[in-house]
């Protein structure tokens, strides 16, 4: 099923043209079904840190990123870029940079409550899964819509809306068989330079993507039931 994709620029202030949303509404024993199933595979994602090498699909990548470029977004602005990253090279520059700013961070610059809260995960500066994983999904937020012309148009709520997108993205991974891990080196700025990205855009998360290795563990965690999540008033 081919999907049309439109090409977007922002508006001025023009009104969107509305257009009818019929979808087919689910019965409800099916909408049941799938929201217990869904449950049911979403508690089985877990961030894993050991990749094999493994090469993975690369359309359902691509159609995991599709996914992700669907989520609500502060004024429709869409302010995010996802950059797909195979080269072996790039991703060794991308590790080197990101493990020498983790040395730093776990020399100290964390400071010290974060770094006990770290603790229990087993976590370091060491990070083999940018290069591990055969493929790293980098993620930028754009601050501000850049134009041909170097004209700008402000953005709203782009922290906010690439971290849905974000979320969108994992959950599309996983539902697809891949595994994933959320790395958040600070600061970020070297991603830039590396992948050459534009002024308006900073960097928010690298995304290691790939299948688990033969020998991968997770911690035993255990995770807050709905009644400790949910409230209803």
Request: glycine share 6%; aromatic share 6%.
């Amino acid at each position: 099923m081919s999907i049309p994709i439109g090409q977007w620029t922002p508006t001025h202030g023009e009104p969107y043209r509305p257009v009818p949303y019929r979808p087919v509404r689910m019965g409800v024993e099916e909408s049941v079904e799938r929201a217990a199933e869904l449950r049911e595979r979403m508690a089985e994602r877990r961030t894993v840190r050991r990749f094999s090498a493994d090469p993975v699909p690369e359309r359902v990548v691509r159609d995991a990123i599709a996914c992700a470029a669907t989520a609500p977004s502060g004024a429709h602005q869409q302010p995010w870029t996802f950059v797909l990253v195979k080269d072996p090279e790039v991703r060794r520059r991308i590790r080197e940079a990101a493990e020498e700013e983790e040395r730093l961070s776990y020399a100290g610059r964390l400071g010290e409550e974060w770094l006990a809260a770290l603790r229990p995960l087993g976590t370091d500066e060491v990070k083999p899964h940018l290069t591990d994983a055969p493929a790293l999904i980098v993620v930028f937020q754009q601050r501000y819509w850049l134009g041909e012309d170097g004209s700008r148009r402000k953005h709203y709520y782009v922290d906010e809306s690439v971290g849905i997108a974000v979320g969108m993205l994992l959950s599309a991974l996983h539902l697809s068989g891949l595994a994933a891990l959320v790395h958040t080196p600070s600061p970020m700025r070297f991603l830039s330079e590396v992948l050459g990205r534009p002024v308006n855009e900073k960097a928010f998360a690298v995304i290691p993507v790939g299948y688990p290795a033969a020998d991968c563990e997770v911690p035993d965690l255990v995770r807050k039931s709905l009644d400790q999540v949910l409230k209803e008033v």
